[in-house]
């Protein structure tokens, strides 16, 4: 099975700054990646698919870049309902999909 | 528009079994898979498996083989996850999403099960 290594595990970051995360893949995935926020007692929400299209309705301050198997998820300028868990997914050899570990942004 | 609405909580005691319920709205409930994800508290997601709801086939991670099952039942649209022999470390959140070879868009609400003697 395909590995997704999923980096930090946590950050802690002020308002207004550039935050990135990245999912290293352990074998090639093409962009068949997607991003998460999550929010406690919430289900995941997606906010990137195909590595880098953004999902409908999710502000213009994240995007995702990347391909085969290194991936980003940035979030160019940190609002407050942006701190949450993040998560990437990978579905290149679906069965299974793989989840990174997550990346817990807190407030600074 | 697109839902799934998963039943309710759950307590369970050591070696019992749960199964959590799973309802689709909203478009074709055969068109696309039912994968089901699980959530330990502060931990992170976990995949369990999927099955297609048009030929019943099922696959599951090897982690959960010989104690999950995938069903469903197409007249009412609904898909269900079975858990038996359930431990302490079973408690968690288990959600179920629609999709197979895509990033899943449409997820269900989760459903907490507590496992405690």
């Known amino acids: 099975d395909i590995q997704m290594t999923q980096s930090p595990s946590s950050l802690s970051a002020s308002v207004g700054d550039r935050v990135t995360i990245t999912c290293r893949a352990s074998?090639?995935?093409?962009?068949?990646l997607g991003w998460y926020q999550q929010k406690p007692g919430k289900a995941p929400k997606r906010l990137i698919f195909?590595?880098?299209t953004l999902q409908t309705g999710v502000p213009s301050r994240f995007s995702g870049s990347g391909s085969v198997t290194e991936f980003t998820l940035t979030i160019s300028s940190l609002q407050p309902e942006d701190f949450a868990t993040y998560y990437c997914?990978?579905?290149?050899?679906?069965?299974?999909?793989?989840f990174g570990q997550g990346t817990k942004v807190e407030i600074k | 528009q697109v839902q799934l609405v998963q039943s309710g909580a759950e307590v369970k005691k050591p070696g019992a079994s749960v199964k959590v319920s799973c309802k689709a709205s909203?478009?074709?409930?055969?068109?696309?898979?039912i994968n089901w994800v699980r959530q330990a508290t502060g931990q992170g997601l976990e995949w369990m498996g999927w099955m297609n709801p048009n030929r019943g086939n099922t696959g599951y991670a090897q982690k959960f083989q010989g104690r999950v099952t995938m069903t469903r039942n197409t007249s009412i649209s609904t898909a269900y996850m079975e858990l038996s022999s359930l431990k302490s470390e079973d408690t968690a959140i288990y959600y179920c999403a629609r999709g197979g070879n895509i990033t899943p868009e449409y997820w269900g609400q989760g459903t907490l099960v507590t496992v405690s003697s």
């Open positions: 195909a590595a880098s």
């Open positions: 074998q090639g995935i093409r962009n068949d």
């Open positions: 909203g478009y074709t409930f055969t068109s696309y898979d």
């Open positions: 997914l990978q579905h290149n050899t679906y069965p299974p999909w793989t």
